[in-house]
């Protein structure tokens, strides 16, 4: 995730077009003049919930599923995590402001983080 930014911080008056596709609380550009793209970048700077997008945890799978789900028993024995009522296992609790992005943090974190983007349990969901 970018730098955190205030979100009160706005970006100065400027003649240079160029400047609209700029981020305010860097030096990223965006090139293909493309607002949704630049207000995702822009919204990487701020905390999922200071963003208002829902938060995205690698919470893992709960603990009564995660024998069935093929949780490795050295994993199922870990400390449980309580999220959202519920006891999990198998996560390493990293926060996203996307749903892809989990996605993507699950695929690249196979054997160590557990979970389902799609999942119910997720506030996101």
Partial sequence: RNAPAFVHSSPSPSNNPEDR???????YVQKNSRGPELKRHIGTHQRPEEAGKPLWIC??????????LGVPADVRAEQPLEY?????????????????ALGRHLRQYKDVCFGDQYAAYLLGN
């Fill in 59 to 68: 919470c893992g799978v709960p603990l009564a599923d995660a024998a069935a």
């Fill in 21 to 27: 596709w700029r981020c305010p609380h860097c030096p």
């Fill in 84 to 100: 959202n009522g519920m006891l999990f296992v198998g996560r390493c609790g990293k926060g996203m402001s996307r749903r892809d």
